[in-house]
């Protein structure tokens, strides 16, 4: 692995040397856009809308569109932007980690010590686990200030997760929800009947993603000549009044055949 940052976590007055790495990659079966007449390949290409011509890697800059002129940024500019925060995620609070909603959560990276840093690297790491907290701050990544949750993971690495700002949520009031309207008592009784009947302890190596596997099946048939016709789904009926109790002693039912089995 690669690690996209080199800096150090401030816990009060000690720093510990770390470096970032992902800690995720994609499961997802790398796809190539192609032209549909002849099946080419579709490049793209980074060119000057003056001139027409493309333009090396090398030679590209980012700028900032202010009063119909662009403002240049070298790398300078951003470290003067927030010299601190570019090398230094410091710990500005320590929180329960059940008080940060899910919504927040964005990334998760592997924080490894580096070198003279394994000492405080372990003490932050059992400080958290003795005191079920996590460490909340912000610091600079790839040109953007984000958020950063320090955790324990599996009792033996710190792990950062990126956390979205505030600001970045949006709002759901436009959205039609329906009124606050107590559901039925029975209906209610049913629905807690089914939730514990299929509650368990979350494995997450229970869930797969089959869909890049069974897809590459496809392509493979294709590949021999072969084709394949998939029953389409049913699309979701709207509009009409859903039975409830009838669909939760359904759904109960069904939960009860397959523990039995």
Known sequence: MKAIWNGAIGFGLVNIPVKIYSATETSKLDLDMLDK????????????ENTGKEVKWE???????????YIVLDEEDYEAASPEKTKILSIDQFVKEEEVDSIYFETPYYLEPQKNGESAYRLLLKALEETQ????????????????????????????????FDQEIRDYSDLKIPAHKAPKPAELKMAINLIEQLSQDFDPTMYKDTYSDDLLK????????KS??????????????IDLMAQLKASLNSSKSKSAS
């Open 228 to 241: 394949s016709k998939a029953k389409k789904a049913l699309p979701a009926k709207e509009g009409k009044v």
């Open 218 to 225: 496809i392509i493979k048939q294709k590949a021999k000549g």
């Open 37 to 48: 007449s002849d099946y080419s390949n579709i490049r793209f290409k980074r060119v000057n």
């Open 133 to 164: 907290m996590v460490g909340v701050g912000t610091f600079v990544l790839r040109e953007s200030e984000a958020i950063g949750l320090i955790r324990p993971y599996k009792n033996d690495i710190l792990i950062l997760n990126r956390l979205r």
């Open 59 to 69: 030679n590209i800059v980012k700028g900032y569109l202010m009063d119909d002129k």
